[in-house]
């Protein structure tokens, strides 16, 4: 299955290593459009088609419950869903992320089965077992 992703951070290895990840959790079919903050990853959504958002909370300019909310704002973006991605794991903080429209959260650091399992509850199955015949454990980190 091929889709979209819009990876929004900050930090280049960070979206790299996310990259990465979705390869890694069974998704390598998809691509990937990024973004360093929240004010240009609006702009990245006005030009493209996304499926999927993924997007660090902690970021200069605009961070990830702010891109939320104008996303929330647009009908275009209002169904995208987006996974946050953070330090922060407390129960409160994930609880407000949740509370303002976010699909799904994952605390940094993760391991591709937390996404894997997060993606196939919000985008169906992925073609792990496709990759894994293919090139042996699917992890070629």
Not at 23 to 46: P, Q, R, T
Not at 92 to 119: C, H, N, S, T, W
Request: hydrophobic share 45%; net charge negative; with cysteine.
């Amino acid at each position: 299955m091929s889709f979209s992703v819009l990876i929004v951070d900050d930090s280049l290895p960070m979206r790299l290593v996310i990259k990465k990840m979705f390869k890694a959790a069974g998704y390598s079919h998809a691509s990937f459009l990024e973004a360093e903050d929240g004010k240009k990853a609006l702009a990245v959504l006005k030009d493209n088609w996304v499926d999927i958002v993924i997007c660090d909370y902690h970021m200069p300019v605009m961070n990830g419950l702010d891109l939320i909310s104008e996303m929330k704002k647009d009908d275009r973006f209002d169904g995208v869903p987006v996974i946050i991605v953070s330090t922060e794991g407390s129960r409160e903080k994930k609880e407000a992320f949740m509370a303002k429209g976010a699909a799904g959260y994952i605390k940094k650091p993760f391991v591709p089965e937390q996404l894997r399992d997060l993606l196939v509850d919000l985008l169906g199955e992925t073609d792990y077992e496709e990759d894994l015949d293919a090139e042996g454990d699917g992890f070629d980190f």
